[in-house]
């Protein structure tokens, strides 16, 4: 893990112990370091929304000032499970009722993998580390966003609240993190692409992907397929053309359709046609006939 890892992961504590200051009651599953930043994720009766993130970051900063060390603690089976069975892990405090998500990732430890606890403070996590040593460490963060996922990303499994956030080295690391996405935005191509009158994109009726190339985008698509073509006769390339629909059997050679199924166009139904297609079938066969005799 890079100490940038550390950090998020060891904010993605820190986020846990504000929302259990709030709602005691809150179940966590899993808070590990992302791209961008970290995320936790829970299950509460209350709907996060980006309205609280002002009272959960007030948290958190209270949890960073305090300065806890991330105290990693060893600890057998048994006592892992009992403890998830108090409702201690990932809380603040025993509880009335078991820390379901971390009593079923306890569970699923291999028998011979050592069990470790973190605490920051009162807040006892089930944790395999690595954490910076100290909440202090963390020098910038930021609440960004909340979404949802399955835990363990499985449809059958409970839908949990993922909230999302992100943490730097320092003040300055983050500012600059926060300028460089604003300064993405004004050059997201979707919108300079509209400025410049190249594509319109119709969601709604097409698709938010698919841009319609109008007149002055067509004449760049082309001078690409034309610089594309020269480079390729340059070193020596052929060109050849292939139909953009095959036979399931294609599909299945190549191996997409065992795993993107859902998420292909399905196949044409050709059976609508079959009278048709028996009557082209035998005006075929008795021309041939007719050939053959001729013959
Ligand atoms: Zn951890």
Same mark, same amino acid.
């Given at each position: 893990m890079t100490e940038l890892e550390r950090i998020r992961h060891s904010a993605a504590h820190v986020l846990a112990t504000a929302i259990s200051k709030i709602w005691p009651e809150a179940q966590f599953a899993a808070g590990p370091p992302v791209e961008n930043g970290f995320y936790y994720d829970l299950e509460l009766p209350h709907r996060i929304s980006p309205e609280d993130f002002a009272r959960i970051e007030e948290e958190m900063k209270r949890e960073i000032k305090a300065n806890h060390v991330f105290e990693r603690v060893e600890i057998s089976r048994p006592d892992a499970l009992a403890m998830a069975e108090r409702g201690e892990?990932?809380?603040l405090a025993p509880r009335g009722v078991a820390s379901k998500f971390k009593l079923d990732i306890v569970q699923n430890i291999p028998e011979d993998e050592t069990i470790t606890l973190y605490r920051n403070g009162e807040f006892t996590d089930l944790c395999a580390g690595p954490h910076?040593?100290?909440? @202090?460490?963390?020098g910038a963060f930021k609440l960004t966003h909340v979404a949802s996922a399955y835990y363990k990303g499985d449809e059958r499994n409970p839908q949990l609240q993922r909230i999302y956030g992100t943490a730097f080295k320092n003040k300055t690391a983050m500012e600059e993190y926060f300028t460089m996405l604003e300064e993405a935005k004004k050059r997201d191509h979707r919108k300079i692409g509209a400025e410049m009158g190249l594509y319109a994109i119709d969601s709604e009726f097409v @698709?938010?992907?698919m841009p319609l190339w109008l007149p002055k985008g067509t004449v760049l698509v082309e001078e690409l397929e034309k610089l594309a073509k020269e480079a390729e006769f340059a070193a020596g390339y052929v060109r050849v053309r292939s139909p953009h629909l095959a036979k399931e059997k294609m599909y299945k050679t190549s191996g997409h359709l065992p795993y993107y199924a859902e998420s292909m166009f399905p196949p044409m139904e050709m059976d609508e046609h079959r009278e048709e297609r028996a009557k082209i079938q035998s005006r075929m066969a008795e021309l041939e006939r007719i050939l053959t005799h001729d013959g």
């Open positions: 892990l990932a809380s910076v040593m100290r909440t @202090g460490n963390i @698709g938010p992907g």
